[in-house]
């Protein structure tokens, strides 16, 4: 049996997709493509697809990961075009790598996160901002299944910028990026309870939905600060790739990327 593990998109429109409604494309491309999967056991058999972390409803992504197993060898990259023939323009398969180490759902320990705030000044933004970062904990609120939970959205929350739009993309009205790299804690802590976070600190209330888009996930390096690769490792275990060429890639994307 052969792994491979796949990152992709849901850009634009597509944002919009449940992870359910991403699940039947993605099977519905995995037979499209005759991809030789392998199947659980049972009276329900149903293809060994594990998915990693999936972003919330709503939000944009460039780095969603999933792992597939498969009853024959493929070349990841043949795979990775094939199933990009049968799915939606949004939904993109951008990396294969063939799964040669173990734990991929373990080196996902942080995100790093694009929240476009149309309609609030950077300078506001900066100043909600500081705040954020000068608290010691940020109580918010969430509705749970069992009705309103509290917590601490401050801990996870690793770095907070606020930053002026790219340049390539002026505009009349005020707007302001925030880029948060957030650790994945118990209770999880999304990019909105950040948004209440900034509004129970500064007050500060974005006139219309932040366009949130999660660039990167992976392993946090506490040395560098960065989110690196998740997928890395597995391609320097690869004996086709020399290893040091590869090195352990950064997931965290250039300023200005993932803005809707």
Not at 99 to 123: P, Q, Y
Request: glycine letters at 6%; a negative charge.
């Amino acid at each position: 049996m052969q792994r491979i593990r796949l990152r992709y998109t849901k850009r634009g429109r597509l944002r919009f997709t449940s992870h359910r409604d991403f699940q039947r494309a993605f099977e519905r491309a995995l037979r499209r493509s005759e991809v030789p999967m392998a199947y659980s056991a049972g009276f329900t058999p149903h293809p060994k697809v594990s998915y990693a972390n999936a972003a919330p409803t709503g939000t944009g992504s460039e780095a969603e990961f999933l792992e597939i197993a498969l009853t024959e060898a493929r070349d990841p990259a043949v795979l990775r075009d094939l199933l990009n023939d049968s799915l939606p323009d949004g939904l993109d398969i951008t990396d294969a790598v063939e799964a040669r180490t173990s734990g991929l759902a373990d080196r996902l320990t942080a995100s790093v996160w694009e929240l476009r705030l149309d309609g609030v000044t950077v300078a506001d933004a900066t100043a909600a901002v500081a705040a954020f970062n000068g608290a010691e904990t940020v109580e918010v609120q969430r509705r749970a299944k069992n009705g309103m939970r509290t917590f601490d959205a401050r801990a996870a929350v690793v770095d907070l910028q606020a930053l002026d739009p790219q340049a390539d993309r002026p505009g009349d009205k005020p707007c302001a990026i925030l880029r948060l790299v957030v650790r994945h804690v118990t209770p999880a802590v999304r990019p909105d309870d950040v948004l209440s976070g900034l509004h129970v600190v500064a007050d500060l209330a974005p006139p219309v939905p932040a366009a949130v888009t999660r660039l990167a996930q992976g392993l946090f390096d506490e040395e560098s600060g960065t989110v690196t690769d998740p997928l890395a490792p597995d391609r320097e275990a690869s004996p086709a790739a020399p290893h040091a060429a590869t090195g352990t890639a950064v997931a965290t994307a250039p300023e200005g990327a993932g803005s809707a």
